[in-house]
């Protein structure tokens, strides 16, 4: 099998780059995750001090673009994404750039500058990708389309372990806060909302496990795909 494509959207902190991980690992696909690309752009914006009063000059930020090399560093299978040869996968987590990040990815030009750059990216691979308009706008006919949703307080709940087991310490309320602000922005922006894919398949995890998250897939890879893997 060649050039499969499984894209994964849905809502923040739904565990949409855990799961896209798991399934890339057992079924042999190359993980990418198209998230930490914007929020690489975010953190770039930060360090240059281009955001003013909770607004950004789009022309620097446009400008900012050409400055930018995107590269991975592989670590236990896993790739971790740098900004101009540093790794800042851990950096890009940090709750600044989440308060910021939906801002500079409701900007067109940014999003075809990252569209682009994941195209190409993935020329002749199978691929598992999360994040926004995976399924509608940057790989509109990959064969496996899946649409992520949770109650907000879970996510909430989920998003301050995954801080917390990185060294922040953020309260719970603020989180889901930012949760929720998120949510409205994304559903909301001019600019590629946030929207499920016509022939994506809803997965609700707010009360399954990883294990069944995987279970339920695999059923799909199988029913729908006839895809065979070693169940070892």
């Avoid at 022939?199 to 795909?225: C, G, P, Y």
Wanted: charged residues 25%.
């Amino acid at each position: 099998m060649t050039s499969f494509i499984i894209a994964i959207d849905g809502f923040s902190s739904t565990g949409k780059s855990s799961f896209a991980q798991m399934i890339a690992k057992r079924m042999n696909f190359v993980y990418v995750d198209s998230g930490a690309i914007y929020r690489l752009v975010t953190l770039n914006a930060l360090q240059q001090d281009l955001f003013k009063d909770g607004s950004i000059d789009q022309n620097l930020l446009k400008d900012s673009l050409e400055s930018i090399d995107v590269s991975y560093e592989i670590k236990n299978s896993k790739s971790e994404i740098c900004l101009n040869g540093v790794n800042v996968e851990k950096r890009i987590r940090m709750i600044d750039v989440a308060d910021h990040v939906s801002l500079i990815a409701s900007f067109g030009f940014v999003r075809d500058w990252v569209n682009d750059k994941l195209r190409k990216s993935v020329l002749g691979m199978n691929v598992v990708m999360d994040g926004r308009d995976i399924g509608t706008t940057v790989f509109p006919n990959a064969q496996l389309k899946i649409f992520m949703t949770a109650d907000p307080q879970i996510r909430a709940q989920r998003r301050v372990a995954q801080l917390a087991a990185s060294g922040s310490n953020p309260s719970f309320d603020e989180v889901y806060k930012n949760i929720l602000e998120r949510d409205y922005f994304d559903s909301h922006r001019e600019v590629s909302p946030l929207k499920q894919a016509a022939d994506a398949i809803v997965l609700d995890n707010s009360h399954m496990t990883m294990e069944q998250q995987m279970d339920w897939i695999m059923s799909i890879m199988r029913e729908k795909f006839n895809f065979t893997f070693d169940e070892a």
